[in-house]
Structures are given as structure tokens and as C-alpha cells.
């Protein structure tokens, strides 16, 4: 088969994954603390594997296969709500949460006092101090206060401060749902954020620019369809030419 048809092909199969990824991007738009996803590809010539001493030219061979996505760590703005338990992470740093399945991060502020006073995410996984434990807070003693550090007082009394953690490559962090991600093997790095009480950071979606990204893989779609048509077509003519001429 012409190796052309390959190159359009893995075009295809890549447009398909950006597509996928712009559309969940898109979809986040007005989700709380969300990061945006990027897909990045390899490149392949399907005429040096051949064996067949093809023509090594990249405008016939060099095709792309789908590699992995990478997050997006831009600051999203951040929103006044009043609440107490609201609370911006404003720099490189994530929340550390404890779940079943491990320790996650997250730029989710959305809090909330558990019934024993326990802080903790909003699907109920405790949110954790410096000291690797979960705070707990009072409910009968009045609002929570949290610094820009993260400490965690009520009525002048600490009673903990978030762990706030950041690392060198915070894009390659392995997403485990739309808000959380696993830092294992994950190298730290200093922490530069600060925190800020009654507020939420909004998604780092742009909107406007994702739609017009998504208009322009989808031409682009379009496109490697109409060569890969193109292709099949010429092939297809090709073969019956050759089978009637061997008659």
C-alpha cells in the first residue's frame, strides 16, 4: 500500500485525539480550578521502516502518532465568594488531598467541614496539614480563618496548615479525574503561591481561543479525509487498471 495512505491515516487518528482533547478542555470551561490538557505526537516515517527503498521524503512519509497530553499549569482568575471554606491557590502550588486510592493534588478550593469538623474536599476526602494528618476544625467554635501561608486557625488558636505542595514539572503530573492529580514520582519543588480565603480560581480555558482551536482541527480533520480519499480512490483505480491489463 502507498505509504502516503499511512501518513494520512495517523493524521486522521491524530486530529481525532486533538479534537477529544480540545472538546474536554471546552467542556471545563466553567469548572472550578480546572487545567486545560495539550496533546503532544510523535513523528514516524513509514518509508524508512519499509524495507522496500522508498522514497524518504517527509512530504510523502512523515506521519504523526498520538505520544500523551500534558497539563496546562496556567493561573486562572480568581472569583470573590464569601465563603469561608473557599479558598485560591494563587501561584505553583497544589492542595494535598487524601483519597482510598492514595494522596492526590488538586487546585480545587472548594472545601467543606466534615461532621466530626474535619476539612475536607467537597466528595468528602480529608484535605491534609504539613504534618501528613487531616485538620480538624470546630464546628461550634465560630468561622475558619486561613492565611496566605495556609495556616488554619479559629479565635487566635492554630490548629494546622495546609500542605501545600509544587513541583518541577507539574504538566507531566498524571491526571487521575477532571480535578486531581497523582504526584507519585513526582519531584518537589519550592513553593511559591500563596492562599487566599473566600475566593475560587476559575478554569484556565479560554473559551474564545479553544473554539476557534476546535473550528481549526476540524478543517484540518477535513482535510487528511480528503487525502486519505484521494488515496483510496487512486488505489482503488490503480488495482483494477493493473488487474485488467494482467488479463
Do not use: C, W
Not at 486533538?18 to 487545567?35: D, F, M, P, S
Not at 504526584?183 to 475560587?200: E, S, Y
Amino acid at each position: 500500500m502507498d505509504p502516503g495512505y499511512y501518513v494520512a491515516a495517523g493524521s486522521l487518528k491524530a486530529r481525532s485525539f486533538q479534537l477529544e482533547v480540545v472538546a474536554n478542555n471546552l467542556a471545563n470551561a466553567a469548572t472550578v480550578g480546572y487545567k486545560p490538557d495539550m496533546p503532544f505526537f510523535a513523528v514516524f516515517n513509514k518509508a524508512a521502516g519499509s524495507g522496500r527503498r522508498l522514497p524518504l521524503s517527509g512530504y510523502l512519509n512523515d506521519g504523526v502518532v498520538f505520544a500523551e497530553t500534558g497539563v496546562i499549569t496556567e493561573q486562572g482568575a480568581l472569583k470573590a465568594t464569601g465563603r469561608p471554606l473557599d479558598l485560591a491557590v494563587e501561584g505553583n502550588a497544589f492542595l494535598r488531598i487524601r483519597t482510598p486510592a492514595g494522596d492526590r493534588v488538586t487546585r480545587d478550593g472548594r472545601l467543606q467541614m466534615g461532621a466530626d469538623g474535619q476539612l475536607q474536599a467537597m466528595d468528602g476526602n480529608p484535605v491534609l496539614g504539613k504534618n501528613g494528618q487531616p485538620i480538624k476544625v470546630d464546628p461550634k467554635n465560630g468561622n475558619v480563618s486561613i492565611t496566605a501561608d495556609g495556616t488554619v486557625s479559629q479565635k487566635d488558636q492554630t490548629l494546622g496548615q495546609l500542605d501545600l505542595k509544587a513541583y518541577e514539572k507539574p504538566g507531566a503530573l498524571k491526571r487521575t479525574g477532571a480535578l486531581r492529580f497523582d504526584p507519585t514520582g513526582a519531584t518537589d519543588a519550592p513553593v511559591k503561591a500563596t492562599v487566599t480565603q473566600g475566593h475560587l480560581e476559575q478554569s484556565a480555558v479560554d473559551s474564545a481561543s479553544t473554539m476557534v482551536e476546535m473550528i481549526r482541527l476540524n478543517r484540518l480533520f477535513e482535510m487528511s479525509m480528503k487525502v486519505a480519499s484521494t488515496l483510496t480512490n487512486d488505489l482503488d483505480s490503480r488495482s483494477i487498471n493493473d488487474v485488467a491489463i494482467s488479463r
